[in-house]
């Protein structure tokens, strides 16, 4: 059985990469397993592959793939590569969701508690060799008591939770589907109830996956509806904002600061309006990257790797009804 890995676009280092790809080159013992390093060679290659792993496919490439059974693409969701043909096709694509819990979770937690520490202002201070303790006093806050609004309750979201419970805060969330109480969660909203979670909260996280029901999900009239003085913060996708009203709500006061790791266009242009909105973080698309990577990555390739060979179950399998 032949595998091609395709090298492109992904967003780890090269390091972390290479690492993953070894593990999985590791795995492979009895294949054909071909690394593609450009355009060229994986359109050569994928001819007759019957498995691609890699960040993305073009329809280009895809349909010059005339028996590839199965892709397992390296990220945790494949809203940047899902086109008509591949959604048509009968080709297994799995993801590495989950692989990012402990990551994005502690991500969020660091830059809650960096807004609300003031410790954005600290560096700026730092560079600037001012020690200025008033300035930072004047504005610091806790998260003990806080509600923070987590809107996805998937394992990324709860994983967030979990930790902001330990901190004092009351949680209350989004779910697609609203079914039993999740332990730890004081109220579930459902989707068309955001408008009744956002006036509550104090805190605003963003980690659903991006669909057609969550583009531009938060705009000027949901953050009109936040408490004067909330924070957000996005490591979901930056289509499911409009940050000319985030930056509008920022300058103003009606939020008091963002933490943002994702943005509309990737990479941020350096002549973006987003770098200089006030009291924000901006962190360029790393809340799930980790020198873990390579070994949790392996570990979901090689458990589908096998199911796979074997005609089992496959785990993270994308759902096309969904869309992640």
């Given at each position: 059985?032949?595998?091609?890995?395709?090298?492109?676009?992904?967003?780890?280092?090269?390091?972390?990469?290479?690492?993953?790809?070894?593990?999985?080159?590791?795995?492979?013992?009895?294949?054909?397993?071909?690394?593609?390093?450009?355009?060229?060679?994986?359109?050569?290659?994928?001819?007759?592959?019957?498995?691609?792993?890699?960040?993305?496919?073009?329809?280009?490439?895809?349909?010059?793939?005339?028996?590839?059974?199965?892709?397992?693409?390296?990220?945790?969701?494949?809203?940047?590569?899902?086109?008509?043909?591949?959604?048509?096709?009968?080709?297994?694509?799995?993801?590495?969701?989950?692989?990012?819990?402990?990551?994005?979770?502690?991500?969020?937690?660091?830059?809650?508690?960096?807004?609300?520490?003031?410790?954005?202002?600290?560096?700026?201070?730092?560079?600037?060799?001012?020690?200025?303790?008033?300035?930072?006093?004047?504005?610091?806050?806790?998260?003990?008591?806080?509600?923070?609004?987590?809107?996805?309750?998937?394992?990324?979201?709860?994983s967030i939770a979990r930790l902001s419970a330990a901190?004092?805060?009351?949680?209350?969330?989004?779910?697609?589907?609203?079914?039993?109480?999740?332990?730890?969660?004081?109220?579930?909203?459902?989707?068309?109830?955001?408008?009744?979670?956002?006036?509550?909260?104090?805190?605003?996280?963003?980690?659903?996956?991006?669909?057609?029901?969550?583009?531009?999900?938060?705009?000027?009239?949901?953050?009109?509806?936040?408490?004067?003085?909330?924070y957000f913060i996005n490591v979901a996708r930056g289509?499911?904002?409009?940050?000319?009203?985030?930056?509008?709500?920022?300058?103003?006061?009606?939020?008091?600061?963002?933490?943002?790791?994702?943005?509309?266009?990737?990479?941020?242009?350096?002549?973006?309006?987003?770098?200089?909105?006030?009291?924000?973080?901006?962190?360029?698309?790393?809340?799930?990257?980790?020198?873990?990577?390579?070994?949790?990555?392996?570990?979901?390739?090689?458990?589908?790797?096998?199911?796979?060979?074997?005609?089992?179950?496959?785990?993270?399998?994308?759902?096309?009804?969904?869309?992640?």
């Amino acid at each position: 059985m032949k595998f091609v890995a395709w090298m492109a676009y992904h967003l780890e280092s090269r390091r972390i990469v290479d690492d993953y790809i070894e593990r999985v080159a590791d795995s492979l013992a009895g294949h054909t397993f071909v690394i593609c390093e450009d355009v060229g060679a994986v359109e050569r290659e994928i001819v007759d592959a019957d498995v691609m792993i890699g960040w993305r496919i073009t329809p280009e490439v895809f349909a010059r793939a005339k028996q590839l059974k199965w892709i397992q693409f390296g990220s945790s969701g494949i809203d940047h590569t899902i086109f008509p043909e591949l959604i048509a096709s009968d080709v297994i694509l799995t993801t590495l969701s989950g692989i990012h819990i402990i990551p994005v979770a502690e991500h969020v937690m660091a830059m809650m508690l960096s807004l609300t520490r003031r410790l954005d202002l600290s560096m700026k201070l730092q560079m600037e060799r001012r020690y200025d303790r008033a300035e930072i006093a004047d504005t610091a806050g806790e998260l003990a008591g806080k509600t923070i609004g987590i809107a996805g309750l998937g394992k990324i979201g709860m994983s967030i939770a979990r930790l902001s419970a330990a901190f004092g805060m009351r949680v209350v969330g989004m779910k697609r589907t609203v079914g039993p109480a999740l332990n730890g969660i004081d109220k579930i909203f459902a989707p068309e109830e955001l408008h009744k979670m956002l006036p509550e909260v104090d805190m605003l996280v963003l980690v659903v996956p991006l669909t057609s029901e969550t583009r531009e999900l938060i705009g000027r009239r949901e953050i009109e509806m936040m408490k004067d003085g909330a924070y957000f913060i996005n490591v979901a996708r930056g289509a499911m904002v409009d940050h000319e009203a985030l930056g509008d709500a920022l300058r103003s006061g009606k939020l008091r600061g963002a933490a943002l790791d994702v943005f509309p266009t990737e990479p941020l242009p350096p002549a973006s309006p987003i770098y200089n909105l006030p009291n924000t973080i901006i962190t360029p698309h790393t809340a799930g990257s980790s020198r873990n990577y390579g070994e949790r990555a392996a570990s979901i390739f090689r458990q589908n790797l096998q199911a796979f060979l074997s005609g089992g179950e496959m785990i993270n399998v994308y759902n096309r009804e969904r869309g992640y």
